[in-house]
């Protein structure tokens, strides 16, 4: 069974940046597309950046500018780069297929707070 690891998150200052990770296991990781959600307290989960299979990208308005989805296929893992980040950015991180059809991962932690 595939599963996901995401690491990285921290607190850092609203207008610092982090880099988020998520290691997948399995050997099809390429053939999918790979997405970064997130989950604020009494929020629902929401959908944040998608990297295709051909590294073509989308991301939400609430996002676009400030964070970059990438991948590395050979090292089953995708990235999001937060840049700019605001106090409405905090939240459990997750990662995923796009359609989310693996089981959720624990997250990792994004806490923007001065």
């Known amino acids: 069974q595939v599963q996901v690891v995401e690491s990285g998150g921290n607190l850092v200052q609203p207008g610092g940046s982090l880099r988020l990770s998520c290691a997948a296991s399995g050997t099809f990781f390429r053939f999918y597309a790979m997405s970064w959600y997130r989950q604020a307290p009494g929020k629902q989960r929401e959908l944040l950046a998608t990297?295709?299979?051909?590294?073509?990208?989308n991301y939400a308005d609430s996002v676009k500018g400030r964070f970059t989805i990438s991948r590395n296929n050979a090292k089953a893992t995708v990235y999001l780069q937060m840049n700019s980040l605001k106090p409405d950015d905090t939240a459990v991180y997750y990662c995923?297929?796009?359609?989310?059809?693996?089981?959720w991962g624990q997250g990792t932690q994004v806490t923007v707070s001065s």
């Open positions: 990297v295709n299979t051909a590294d073509g990208t």
């Open positions: 995923n297929r796009n359609p989310a059809t693996l089981t």
